[in-house]
């Protein structure tokens, strides 16, 4: 059975630093990408970044480039997100997201992890 455990989030100040960390199992992921999404209240869930897990191939949404960095650790099967010069509007609820290269939707989901920014 395929788990995405995203942990990390909490309550930060403006400026700060967080790094959410999302821990795969139940599969092989060398032939998956893997994301970062995030839901603010009242609105839509929207891409943050992503990440092939085989390679170092990375995109991010304009809203947090140069903030935030997507990595990975292969043996540790597990994903990263640093967000750094966090901003109130980054405030959200995180998720991690698994999908087949060869598809545009993500086929797994991690149950979310909260982030708030304080002004």
């Known amino acids: 059975q395929v788990q995405l455990v995203d942990v990390g989030g909490g309550l930060v100040q403006a400026g700060g630093s967080l790094r959410l960390s999302c821990a795969a199992s139940?599969?092989?992921?060398?032939?998956?990408?893997m994301a970062w999404f995030r839901q603010a209240p009242g609105k839509e869930r929207e891409f943050v970044a992503s990440?092939?897990?085989?390679?170092?191939?990375?995109t991010y949404a304009d809203s947090v480039k140069g903030r935030f960095t997507i990595s990975r650790d292969n043996d540790k099967n597990t994903v990263y997100l640093q967000m750094n010069s966090l901003k109130p509007e980054d405030t959200a609820v995180y998720y991690c997201?698994?999908?087949?290269?060869?598809?545009?939707?993500?086929?797994?989901w991690g149950q979310g992890t909260q982030v708030t920014v304080s002004s």
């Open positions: 990440i092939l897990w085989s390679g170092i191939f990375t």
């Open positions: 997201a698994a999908g087949p290269v060869t598809k545009i939707a993500y086929d797994y």
């Open positions: 139940g599969r092989t992921f060398s032939s998956f990408r």
